[in-house]
Every structure is written in structure tokens, then in C-alpha cells.
């Protein structure tokens, strides 16, 4: 026998089989990998080939990498070929014709990722498979610590590559890393079979990098993970490889559900544009060029900067020439910063003012494709506004309004123009927040969705599509985050700590920072409606009713649930806990103190979003979003919900429904006076029962 690094190439039965051979033990040496790959896609051009069966010479499958290559010094940098990863996948993993690896004796380190790459595996009685790289002070570099965990799981990859120890061939069987064990002189021949049965089809071709029936749920994973770092901190506390090895072994499992939402979000965001029944029933936008953006406060002047610089002339309103200066004043100075910012060239800044004109009459409203409504909240107000511009502007013209809660039916009560009226709801601030909630009633044209989907893209929005009721889609779903943030404060928890656990889930700031940021008093005002429209679900705290007596409206104020220094940065208030026990005297919720002050990071994130998710199960069943995903959306780009976690829906399937179900019965037997906020909707126990994911979404027809 040769003693040549090569690999040998032969037909039997259609099956084309590549013995690796370099004696004794059959070490990768590059030359074999070379000839292992020229021969896999030999036999991938070889028409009297099905398939491919992966053996070694001399009664031995492969003890791994050559280790000699470590040693040559001649090699520049000692660095390996990487795209023999590649090559492993394209070729032998999911190549045009399935592979199957029959071993001897010893698949190990390489040798080992060879086989898991192929897809099955045969062995005679008295192999070991393993990977022992880490007693070399290398990782599994082919592909083990991403393949092995997916066939025989985390847990057991883990101690595999920590431990270095090879497992015997029964084990090896149970664990599912071995297809079949059989005598050597049926080794070959139960190879060839299997692998014309994986070719005929008569039996499934597995691809282990694809696989995640053994990975386990993200939670369980991290704790496997942080139970294996500990163990290997303490019994190896001076060595950094073992460490990578576990991450890499890890990420398998953990970036399945990081990826999954990141490309989740990726094509959600994109989909939001398509609406059935507007974007696919032959309609064509009608193309704006000319906005009136009516009130110039922070809303409205964010809406005319986001327009004026996507090349929309835009005409402001304001009510007398004191306000309509503040609100030129405050498009300036949004364009300013975006130059000072460096986002925005002056010319362009200086181009977009150039398209705006103050109004303080309707004289030229006849004039505009479009009227945005950015009055304050008030519905006599709105309902008046409303009359007006239905008498002024042309039928054609869509008519917006900006209204964060009020029923845009409502708004549109006293005008014959239901039809053309839509809600277009920023978020502050309007010229930098990415989303666009465009609400429609039931009577709202398509034309006229098709229009406002249209102006959002080009100013830059992403826009999500939903039905007409109490806080829309996004406040909606965010309403019980801080009702359960309150009732964790009214049970004894510190607001800074909530705040503190909810920033560690991965929100850019947690509930009560947040109040602040919007203003307490918007926040009791956006708060009343909701606890008007769902009595039955609502968690009442005197905290946000109690911050506004004492004249504590959050940032603007200098102080809120913070206090603000001149540069704006929040510190936390002693002063605060006047207010926030007063209002647990009257909450009721002393009892819950011990289980509050028990509650990890980790619990009490779920204490406030499992809520969340519960009440997004509900908007989804009523039909009040197109698709769960465009929920998802609008709350990662409203709220900042963590992007990777996929959007408050997708987060629902990765912690599981079934888990999510139990939490909120365990609140709601805790919190019995509170029962009903806690409750689980239909649409949540549904999916909890039947396996079922929330993302899929409602059999029924949509509302929107
Ligand atoms: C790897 O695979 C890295 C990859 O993840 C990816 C990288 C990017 N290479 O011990 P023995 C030789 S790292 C070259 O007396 P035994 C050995 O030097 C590799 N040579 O027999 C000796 O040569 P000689 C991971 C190798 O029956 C002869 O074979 N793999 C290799 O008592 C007989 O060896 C490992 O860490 C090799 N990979 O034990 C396995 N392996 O006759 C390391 C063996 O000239 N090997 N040789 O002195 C072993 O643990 C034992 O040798 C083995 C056999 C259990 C296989």
C-alpha cells in the first residue's frame, strides 16, 4: 500500500466509493482533503454513481487533521485552508448526491467532522468517535461544534469537546451519531444500500447543519451553556480555548433563535408594504406633491422637516403668527441638527426649508394632495378641523390626522368624507422615528391606504398598515408593559431596578425612563382611553395620576420618575419615594411584596411583556394587523422592542406559548384581585395547546 496522502475512487453497485488512505491512520493531511474533494465531485459527474459512500484503508476511518501540519514550520502562519469548511458543506454535506461514511475503528477530531457532515453514518463494532482537539489546544475546526450538537445535542456536545473523550459505538448508536452498527464485512455493503436508499428517496437525507429537532429552547441552552463556562472557568481557569470551543459549540444552538428573528425582521419589514386588498388589486399611487401639515408643535414640524426633505412641498398651518414662527423656527433647527449630526449636507437642509410655506389660512389648501392633522388631542377640536378641510381642500385630497388614540372615525364624524380620512401616526420625533402606523376604518379607500403607503416609503418609513381602535396597533400592545411595570413598583419593587431589568432585556431604556421621555401627562392622557375601552383587563395605579399632581411631567419637567441636569441625563430621585409609597398604600398590593422582592432580571422582564404578548395575540385574533409579522415590526421600530428577539410576536414562539400561558396563570393566581389583566386570551391558549405557532397568525379574516 502506497504511503501517499490520497484518497482511492471506485464504483460498486452505482455507488462511488472514496477511501481515504495515508498510513497508519489515515490523518488529513492536505492532500488527502484535496483528492477527498477532486473525488467527491468525481463522482458527482460519474453517470454509474447514485451516491457516495466515505470509508478509510487499512481498518481505520480517520484519526483527524494531520498534526504534523502543525508542525511544519515552512507553512507561512501555520493558518489552514477555510474553505475546506465549504467544501465540506457544498460537496460532501449537500451535494448533489447523498454521502454516507463507513467507519472503523476511529473517527475522530476530523475525522469525526468528516463523518458528521456526511449524511448518515455506518460503523463496525469497536469504533470510537469523539473530538479531541482541545487536548491540542485547537478548536473542532470542520464543522464539529456546529454539527455535532444538532445530532446528538448540546448537552452531550458540550461534554464531547470539553472532555476530549471519544464515546464507543454503542452510545454512539443511542445517540443517533451512528445510523447502524454492523459487522466489517457488511460495513461497506449496508453503506452502499443506505446510501442508494438516501438517493432513491426511500429513506431521508439528513443535513446536520440544518438540523434543530436536538437543539434546545434558547433558555435551556443558555443554561446548559453558562453550567459548562462555570465547570470549565474552575477546572481549567488558564486556558482561553476551551472557552471559544464552548461559545462556537453554543452559537449552534443560541444563534438559532438570534438569526431566525434577525431574518424575520429583515423580511417583515418588507412585507409591511404589501396589504391585501390595497397593494394587490391593480391599483397605482397617485404620487404626492404637495402636503399641508396642519400645527406646527413637535409633532407637526417633525412631519414637515421628514416631508420637505423627501422633496415635498409642504405648506404649515398654524393657528396665529406666534405659533407658525415657533414651528418654522423648530423645522429649522431639526434640519440644523441633522447638519450638525452630519447626516444631512446643507444644501440639502437649505433646499428642504426652501419647500416649506407658513399658512395661517386655508386659502391654498385647495391646492394639496394631502392634509396631515397635528392638532392637539382633543375630539370637538379635531371634529371641527375635520369639517373645515372637507369643505376646503379638493374631494381627492387625503385627509390625515396624526391622533395617537382617537377613533379616526370619530374624528371624521362630522364630514361626508369617512373615505378619505386615514390615520397617519408618527412617533416622536417625526422626522427621525423609522415607523409609520397608517390606521384605516372600515370605510377608508384603498386608494387612498395605497397613497399613504406610498408617501410613507418616500419619506422614509416604514409603514405598517392597521385597523381602526383604542391605541392603534403599537400603543395598544404597549399599555399593559407599564401597567405591569406599575403594579411590579406598587408591589414593592424600586422603579430603578424595573427599569434597570427591563434595559438588560435589551430595550433602549426601560418603562419608567421612557415615561418620562414622553411626558407624564401624555401618558395619563394616552393611559385614560385604554382604561376606558378595556375595563376588564387593566391594572389602575395612582403612580402616573400622583407624578402629575406633583408637577412631575418627566424630562421637560427636569423631573419625572428621574431628575434631569442641564445636559439632560436622568439620575434616580430619593425624593420619588414619597410619591411611589403613597401610591402602594392605596394600591393594595402589600401581600405580593415577598414575591416581588424575589423576582429575578429575568422574571421580571417576563412579568412585563408576557402581558404584552398576550395583548398582541388578542390585536392579531381581532384582525386589527394584516399579519402577526407587521406586528412585529412596529414594535421594534416604535418601542425599540430588541430586534433580535424577532418583535414582541416572534418572542412569543421563541419562549413558547405554552411557557407563556403558565407564567401569566401564576401571576394571575398571585395577583388575584388582578386576575383579569393577566388573563389568556383565546387566541394565546390556543396556540399553547395545539403546539401551533402565535406568528402563524389568524384563520380568519382580517378586519384591516
Ligand atoms: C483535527 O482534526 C483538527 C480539525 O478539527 C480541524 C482543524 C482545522 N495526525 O498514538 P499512536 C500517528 S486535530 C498525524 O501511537 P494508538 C501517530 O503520530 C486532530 N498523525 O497509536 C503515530 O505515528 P508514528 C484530532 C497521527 O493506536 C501513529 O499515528 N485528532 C494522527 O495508540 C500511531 O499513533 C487527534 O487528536 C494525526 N491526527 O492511538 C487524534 N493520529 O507511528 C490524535 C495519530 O509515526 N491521535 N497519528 O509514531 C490519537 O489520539 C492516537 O494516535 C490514536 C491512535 C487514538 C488515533
Not at 481 to 490: E, N, P, R, T
Request: glycine share 8%.
Amino acid at each position: 500500500m502506497s504511503k501517499d496522502p490520497q484518497t482511492l475512487y471506485a464504483v460498486e453497485d452505482g455507488v462511488a466509493v472514496i477511501t481515504l488512505s495515508f498510513p497508519p491512520m489515515n490523518a488529513l493531511h492536505p492532500k488527502v482533503l484535496g483528492s477527498l474533494f477532486d473525488n467527491v465531485r468525481r463522482a458527482h459527474a460519474d453517470p454509474s454513481a447514485k451516491a457516495i459512500v466515505i470509508t478509510g484503508a487499512n481498518g481505520r476511518f480517520c484519526a483527524g487533521f494531520d498534526i504534523n501540519q502543525f508542525q511544519d514550520k515552512s507553512r507561512s502562519g501555520g493558518g489552514i485552508d477555510m474553505s475546506i469548511n465549504t467544501a465540506f458543506v457544498e460537496l460532501v454535506e449537500t451535494g448533489p448526491k447523498p454521502t454516507v461514511a463507513a467507519i472503523e475503528k476511529l473517527a475522530l477530531g476530523g475525522g469525526c467532522e468528516l463523518a458528521l457532515a456526511c449524511n448518515a453514518r455506518v460503523a463496525a463494532p469497536g469504533t470510537i468517535m469523539g473530538l479531541p482537539e482541545l487536548t491540542l489546544g485547537i478548536l473542532p475546526g470542520f464543522g464539529g461544534t456546529q454539527r455535532l450538537p444538532r445530532v446528538v445535542g448540546l448537552e452531550k456536545a458540550l461534554s464531547m469537546i470539553l472532555t476530549s473523550k471519544p464515546i464507543k459505538d454503542p452510545e454512539a448508536l443511542s445517540l443517533g451519531l451512528l445510523d447502524a452498527v454492523v459487522p466489517p464485512r457488511e460495513l461497506l455493503a449496508t453503506a452502499r444500500k443506505l446510501a442508494l436508499d438516501l438517493a432513491s428517496g426511500a429513506r431521508t437525507r439528513r443535513f446536520a447543519l440544518q438540523r434543530t429537532d436536538r437543539l434546545p429552547a434558547f433558555r435551556e441552552a443558555l443554561a446548559t451553556l453558562e453550567f459548562a463556562r462555570a465547570q470549565t472557568r474552575r477546572r481549567a481557569p488558564n486556558l482561553t480555548h476551551p472557552l471559544l470551543a464552548l461559545d462556537a459549540a453554543f452559537a449552534a444552538a443560541a444563534a438559532l433563535p438570534t438569526h431566525g428573528a434577525l431574518v424575520h425582521v429583515f423580511f417583515a419589514q418588507r412585507s409591511t408594504k404589501r396589504v391585501r386588498g390595497v397593494t394587490d388589486v391593480g391599483l397605482a399611487p397617485r404620487g404626492l406633491r404637495r402636503l399641508a401639515v396642519l400645527g406646527g408643535g413637535l409633532m407637526g414640524s417633525g412631519i414637515a422637516t421628514a416631508s420637505a426633505l423627501a422633496g415635498i412641498e409642504v405648506l404649515l398651518k398654524e393657528i396665529n403668527q406666534g405659533f407658525l414662527d415657533a414651528g418654522l423656527a423648530r423645522i429649522r433647527a431639526n434640519l440644523a441638527s441633522g447638519v450638525k449630526r452630519g447626516s444631512l449636507k446643507q444644501a440639502a437642509a437649505d433646499a428642504a426649508l426652501a419647500r416649506v410655506t407658513g399658512t395661517l389660512t386655508y386659502d391654498e389648501f385647495g391646492s394639496v394632495d394631502m392634509v396631515i392633522e397635528a392638532a392637539i388631542e382633543q375630539v370637538e377640536l379635531k371634529q371641527r378641523i375635520f369639517a373645515d378641510l372637507e369643505r376646503v381642500t379638493r374631494p381627492a385630497c387625503i385627509l390625515a390626522t396624526n391622533t395617537s388614540t382617537i377613533d379616526i372615525k370619530v374624528v371624521g364624524a362630522k364630514t361626508r368624507s369617512q373615505d378619505r380620512i386615514i390615520g397617519a401616526h408618527f412617533f416622536s420625533p417625526a422626522h427621525i422615528m423609522p415607523l409609520l402606523e397608517i390606521v384605516r376604518s372600515d370605510v377608508t379607500s384603498p386608494q387612498v391606504i395605497l397613497d399613504t403607503l406610498d408617501y410613507g416609503s418616500r419619506i422614509k418609513k416604514t409603514p405598517v398598515v392597521v385597523g381602526n381602535c383604542t391605541g392603534f396597533a403599537v400603543n395598544r400592545v404597549f399599555f399593559p408593559y407599564s401597567m405591569a411595570a406599575a403594579m411590579l413598583v406598587d408591589s414593592g419593587l424600586d422603579p430603578y431596578r424595573v427599569d434597570a431589568a427591563v434595559a438588560a432585556f435589551g430595550m433602549p431604556m426601560g418603562p419608567f425612563r421612557l415615561g418620562d421621555l414622553v411626558g407624564l401627562d401624555v401618558s395619563l392622557f394616552v393611559g385614560k382611553s385604554y382604561l376606558e375601552a378595556f375595563p376588564e383587563r387593566i391594572y389602575r395605579s395612582a403612580l402616573v395620576p400622583l407624578l402629575n399632581e406633583a408637577g412631575r411631567l418627566g424630562e421637560k419637567a427636569k423631573k419625572g420618575w428621574y431628575v434631569f441636569d442641564d445636559k439632560r441625563k436622568a439620575r434616580p430621585d430619593p425624593a420619588l419615594a414619597e410619591i411611589v409609597l403613597e401610591s402602594r398604600k392605596r394600591s393594595g398590593l402589600s401581600g405580593n411584596a415577598a414575591f416581588a422582592a424575589k423576582l429575578s432580571d429575568q422574571d421580571i422582564a417576563e412579568f412585563v411583556f408576557f402581558p404584552v404578548i398576550n395583548e398582541a395575540c388578542r390585536v392579531v385574533a381581532e384582525g386589527i394587523v394584516d399579519k402577526p409579522a407587521d406586528l412585529d415590526v412596529a414594535t421594534v421600530m416604535s418601542m425599540g422592542f430588541p430586534a433580535y428577539r424577532g418583535g414582541v410576536v416572534f418572542y412569543g414562539d421563541i419562549v413558547g406559548a405554552d411557557y407563556v400561558v403558565r407564567r401569566l396563570k401564576q401571576w394571575a393566581t398571585q395577583y388575584k384581585a388582578q386576575a383579569g389583566f393577566f388573563e389568556p386570551c383565546e387566541y394565546l391558549l390556543a396556540a399553547a395547546k395545539s403546539g401551533r405557532k402565535l406568528s402563524a397568525g389568524n384563520a380568519t379574516q382580517s378586519k384591516i
